[in-house]
């Protein structure tokens, strides 16, 4: 399979607490895209990064990009209850145009 | 600018019937994915296209599924002869181009089989 995994399957952190989740894929990639989806609702996405980029920040976000080990991580800064969600990462294959998508990291931020 | 449209929200209907899914892309968008989402599970590629083109398919079942874009209107995800199995919920993604963009995400059509 051609999927990404994210790891851990489920976070529970305190308000204020930085959480962290991992993403692990398979085959060469374009670029990594991280989305958040809140229960029952669509996805938004967070933040794209290329193959060749190493680190990419927006807001309280930090993405990385390991080619050589084939990760990403996930950083979100001083969390804050509302950033309760699940998190997946997608990956855009070199031979393909769609993304295939790992089954999620649930995080919840205890107030 | 609006974002993916899809529509319905909610779609209910009764084994053996048709199931209708429309998404209307970001306005300058002529890509778009569909994917689905079972209970507890991350999202499944089923089918890529572009304008009147079917690029890649490889994530659809066989039968009872089929996808359009037309040159205009809509992306349309039908499936014909619904059985329970079928209950997901089903996201549309638009993108500007082939590779390294932004995929954008509509809020999804939940069909439940009854």
């Known amino acids: 399979s051609q999927q990404g995994e994210e790891d851990p399957q489920a976070l529970s952190i305190q308000e204020g607490e930085n959480a962290t989740m991992n993403c692990s894929y398979k085959t060469s990639i374009n670029n990594l895209q991280w989305y958040r989806q809140n229960s029952g609702r669509g996805l938004v996405h967070l933040i794209l990064?290329?193959?060749?980029?190493r680190e990419k920040h927006s807001g309280r976000l930090r993405v990385t990009l390991d080619t050589s080990k084939k990760s990403s991580s996930l950083l979100i800064t001083a969390s804050r209850a509302a950033d309760t969600a699940s998190y997946f990462c997608?990956?855009?294959?070199?031979?393909?145009?769609?993304?295939?998508f790992g089954t999620g990291t649930s995080l919840t931020v205890i107030p | 600018n609006a974002g993916v449209m899809q529509n319905p929200r909610h779609l209910v209907r009764r084994r053996g019937q048709e199931a209708r899914l429309r998404c209307s892309p970001m306005?300058?968008?002529?890509?778009v994915y569909w994917y689905r989402q079972l209970p507890e599970e991350g999202l499944k590629f089923m089918v890529y296209?572009?304008?009147?083109?079917?690029?890649?398919e490889s994530g659809m079942p066989k039968e009872r599924f089929s996808a359009e874009f037309p040159k205009e209107g809509p992306s349309i995800l039908r499936i014909q002869q619904v059985v329970r199995g079928d209950s997901a919920a089903y996201f549309c993604?638009?993108?500007?181009?082939?590779?390294?963009?932004?995929?954008?995400f509509g809020q999804g059509t939940r069909l439940t089989v009854v």
């Open positions: 997608a990956t855009e294959i070199i031979t393909g145009n769609q993304f295939y």
């Open positions: 296209l572009q304008k009147e083109n079917i690029i890649d």
């Open positions: 990064i290329r193959s060749n980029e």
């Open positions: 306005k300058g968008h002529s890509h």
């Open positions: 993604a638009s993108s500007v181009g082939a590779t390294n963009t932004e995929a954008f």
